[in-house]
């Protein structure tokens, strides 16, 4: 019902800006604030503020935007669809999740181009809204994916945590993570649970964009590590060390593609 609306009245109404104050390469994340990104440019271009608040800054003399796009897959993927009637490319989508796969810790950095999908967003956006996409895989660019491991690297040994590539479960509950549902992210060779990665994948494929996640490891909760109980100062500081620099890798990024 919406195909009648112009391009530039859903710029508008979503970001509160123009189509040309969007750039190619556009950050998004539901945590990380505008200032750890505006604080490392060369100039602002734009401030803006519509249903999302974002920034386009010049960052080693490239345009790159980042928006806040809200926690959870319906404002995320939401912000995502919406950036279809921008003409930027790549998205790249930044968040924290908690770590399944013994072989993370906090702090840790995940590059992903594969979720599984466990929230309901997606099936708005799939091929046949009638057909349970529950447990599918949805694939971001493994290319993008590539040059964000790149950076992840070299931010990671400065960091002296580790970086890995892998596969996210997005939730739609937090509460909803229990044994019934971590036996089945196993099953499913997830390494990490978070919140939002398989509606960005969704939704870059439906506006046909390029999409891949740097997710950083902020707890444990198989190892009674969890958001609510059993982190202790030296995890939460390993896991804040690396969420500061996640702007400047996901900047580094934006102007290497």
Known sequence: MYESIKKEVMIEKHFGCSINDIAKSVIISPIWPLSGFMERAERIIKEFKGW?????????????????????????????????YSECQNILFSGSAGAIND??????????????????????????????????????????????????????????????????????????????????MIKRGCDAVEMEVSAVFTASQAIGRNAAALITISDLPLRQRSLFEGIGEDDHKQYKDTALMLPEILLETATSI
């Open 103 to 184: 072989k993370l810790n906090f702090g840790d950095i995940l590059v992903c181009n594969d979720a599984v999908i466990g929230e309901g967003f997606s099936r708005y956006h799939s091929d046949d809204i009638c057909r349970d996409c529950f447990g599918n895989v949805v694939s971001g660019s493994s290319d993008l994916a590539n040059v964000i491991f790149q950076k992840a690297v070299i931010a990671a040994h400065s960091l002296g945590v580790s970086a890995h590539r892998g596969r996210v479960f997005s939730i739609d509950s937090i509460l909803g993570e229990n044994k019934r549902s971590f036996d089945f």
């Open 52 to 84: 999302y608040k974002g920034v386009t800054m010049l960052y080693k003399g490239k345009s790159v935007t980042a928006i806040s796009s809200g926690i959870g897959a319906p404002m995320t993927g939401d912000c995502v669809m919406a950036l279809g």
